[in-house]
T-cell receptor, first 114, second 113 residues
Framework: GENVEQHPSTLSVQEGDSAVIKCTYSDSASNYFPWYKQELGKGPQLIIDIRSNVGEKKDQRIAVTLNKTAKHFSLHITETQPEDSAVYFCAASKEETSGSRLTFGEGTQLTVNP | NAGVMQNPRHLVRRRGQEARLRCSPMKGHSHVYWYRQLPEEGLKFMVYLQKENIIDESGMPKERFSAEFPKEGPSILRIQQVVRGDSAAYFC???????????FGPGTRLTVL
């Protein structure tokens, strides 16, 4: 089955700096890669996703890149703010019309220091 | 448009009791997924259901756990004879049948005493 590894497990940055979180996946058939933000005591919130037919996607301060050959994808947050502090999870799946399970990484605790 | 709803938000059970967790998907979503999150860990897939059908239960423990998504009403995750190791946050997610964008509910935090 699919295996997703995520690094680093913790990341501390100063407000205004950039943050980068990296994930690798094992199943070359995976074609859908979402990123979730989870605040304490809440459910994961989908913040951005990318499919294997594109290499990069951007939404304001958040961008995701995908390298299919190397089987890794990354989340980039620019101009970080204290409210970006949360646990971030990457995930992978094979998107099919009948739906499919997400395999998650272990998460990255991001702390943005004011 | 209401999001994914889960109840109860917190559930306390003693060892040996039954736990029932409910999930109502987003309007227009026909697929429901259940995930478990142990303390300080990531989310692990348990089961994927459509109305009246279990599509993939490969992540579900073979004993004591069951799930359903009836024609009417919410999806139910049932844990019989709970043990302390079942203490975790249980999240439900839903998606449409076209795309795999899964939207999560707030979770049910189960504590087994």
């Amino acid at each position: 089955g699919e295996n997703v590894e995520q690094h680093p497990s913790t990341l501390s940055v100063q407000e205004g700096d950039s943050a980068v979180i990296k994930c690798t996946y094992s199943d070359s058939a995976s074609n859908y890669f979402p990123w979730y933000k989870q605040e304490l005591g809440k459910g994961p919130q989908l913040i951005i996703d990318i499919r294997s037919n594109v290499g990069e996607k951007k939404d304001q301060r958040i961008a995701v890149t995908l390298n299919k050959t190397a089987k890794h994808f990354s989340l980039h947050i620019t101009e970080t703010q204290p409210e970006d502090s949360a646990v971030y999870f990457c995930a992978a799946s094979k998107e099919e019309t009948s739906g499919s399970r997400l395999t998650f990484g272990e998460g990255t605790q991001l702390t943005v220091n004011p | 448009n209401a999001g994914v709803m889960q109840n109860p938000r917190h559930l306390v059970r003693r060892r040996g009791q039954e736990a029932r967790l409910r999930c109502s998907p987003m309007k227009g979503h026909s697929h429901v997924y259940w995930y478990r999150q142990l303390p300080e860990e990531g989310l692990k897939f348990m089961v994927y259901l459509q109305k009246e059908n279990i599509i993939d239960e490969s992540g579900m423990p073979k004993e004591r756990f069951s799930a359903e998504f009836p024609k009417e009403g919410p999806s139910i995750l049932r844990i019989q004879q709970v043990v302390r190791g079942d203490s975790a946050a249980y999240f439900c997610a839903s998606s449409t049948y076209i795309l795999n964008e899964q939207f999560f509910g707030p979770g049910t935090r189960l504590t087994v005493l």
